[in-house]
T-cell receptor, first 112, second 110 residues
């Protein structure tokens, strides 16, 4: 089973809202990732968690706040987003940081 | 110069054709390489890892050329269902930061 589950699949939020994206995997993977993907562009790395600790933050604005409550879960808290933050947000996990990663189906976010 | 470069295409080929894509990388210390496919409005799916000795999975063959700093993906006997964007991923540096190429679009037509 190489399943990474993301919820919700679609989200529309206003610029003053607070929302959270959720990601779950039960493969025993110890690395988890958040990516942002705009149309016709490759995924851009946002954050990497390794063994539940934040190991990489690719200079992401503070309106995006990641959280790793345990080894199976990864959240992305959103606050005061801008319309240009509208994108597909992808979660991925890998056995360890540096090995092949498996992606969830993504959350399609629209900021209005 | 971008770290990871791919020809965006599209590559337009008939069913049954053989097609090959390359992906060049700039960091000679890169350690891990992968090919993913992504269908429109879907998530990337791992196609294959790329090992130093090359690897093959059915109609798909991936190779690594460290001297020239590129990886390749060969698809034999193309199917309509192979139509997708093919993304290469390179992991570099001590922190293994994954970098995606911009992807190569493949269209297989009847």
């Amino acid at each position: 089973d190489t399943e990474v589950t993301q919820t919700p699949k679609h989200l529309v939020m206003g610029m003053t809202n607070k929302k959270s994206l959720k990601c779950e995997q039960h493969m025993g993977h110890r690395a988890m990732y958040w990516y942002k993907q705009k149309a016709k562009k490759p995924p851009e790395l946002m954050f990497v968690y390794s063994y539940e600790k934040l190991s990489i933050n690719e200079s992401v604005p503070s309106r995006f706040s990641p959280e790793c409550p345990n080894s199976s879960l990864l959240n992305l808290h959103l606050h005061a987003l801008q319309p240009e933050d509208s994108a597909l947000y992808l979660c991925a996990s890998s056995q360890a940081h540096g090995t092949e990663a498996f992606f969830g189906q993504g959350t399609r976010l629209t900021v209005v | 110069r971008k770290e990871v470069e791919q020809d965006p295409g599209p590559f337009n080929v008939p069913e049954g054709a053989t097609v090959a894509f390359n992906c060049t990388y700039s960091n000679s210390a890169s350690q891990s390489f992968f090919w993913y496919r992504q269908d429109c409005r879907k998530e990337p799916k791992l196609l294959m890892s790329v090992y130093s000795s090359g690897n093959e999975d059915g109609r798909f063959t991936a190779q690594l050329n460290r001297a020239s700093q590129y990886i390749s993906l060969l698809i034999r006997d193309s199917k309509l269902s192979d139509s997708a964007t093919y993304l290469c991923v390179v992991l570099s540096g001590g922190s293994y930061i994954p970098t995606f190429g911009r992807g190569t679009s493949l269209i297989v037509h009847p």
